[in-house]
């Protein structure tokens, strides 16, 4: 990695290495998120030429991105976002089923309850007028 700038090397990993297509189907309480943040952290770093002592709260603010949990989460929200305000009725119905009622039972509704601690306050308040807004 020495021959390319660290800027360039930095475009190139996140354009080929940090897709994440399909995320949204993930299990976000499943133990292998976990690593996979941790290899992409591990990546930058490398690209970075930082220790491996570096805080990985820094990472973000170097490469100028999301911490990789937050951009999951993100990714996570604009997809149950879409289908709570799709056009059938029948996606709607489901959605808000699977987020509201079936919590622990569905994929949305059990990582809808693992991604609401973690954000802000604010988004807190947010998500809830929008889900009073819902029903």
């Keep these: 990695m020495c ?3 660290r800027l360039a090397a930095d475009q190139l990993f996140h354009s080929y290495c940090s897709s994440i297509f399909g ?3 993930c ?3 499943n133990i292998n998120i976990n690593t996979f943040c941790t290899v992409l952290r591990t990546g ?3 690209i970075w030429n930082l220790p491996n002592t570096t805080h990985s709260d820094l990472l973000h603010l170097l490469s100028d991105d999301l911490p990789i949990f937050d951009e999951l989460c993100r990714r996570y929200l604009m997809f149950i ?8 009725n029948l996606v709607r119905l489901a959605t808000r089923h699977g987020v509201m009622f079936a919590r622990h039972k569905s994929l949305p509704g059990s990582n809808f309850s693992s991604v609401f601690p973690a954000i802000s306050t604010i988004c807190r308040h ?4 929008v889900l009073m807004l819902i029903t």
């Excluded at 976002?81 to 059938?88: G, I, L, N």
């Excluded at 947010?126 to 007028?129: G, I, N, R, V, W």
């Design 3 to 5: 021959c390319f700038p």
């Design 23 to 25: 995320c949204e189907l």
């Design 27 to 29: 299990h976000l309480n």
């Design 44 to 46: 930058l770093r490398r």
């Design 81 to 88: 976002y879409k289908y709570f305000f799709h056009s059938s």
């Design 126 to 129: 947010f998500l809830t007028a």
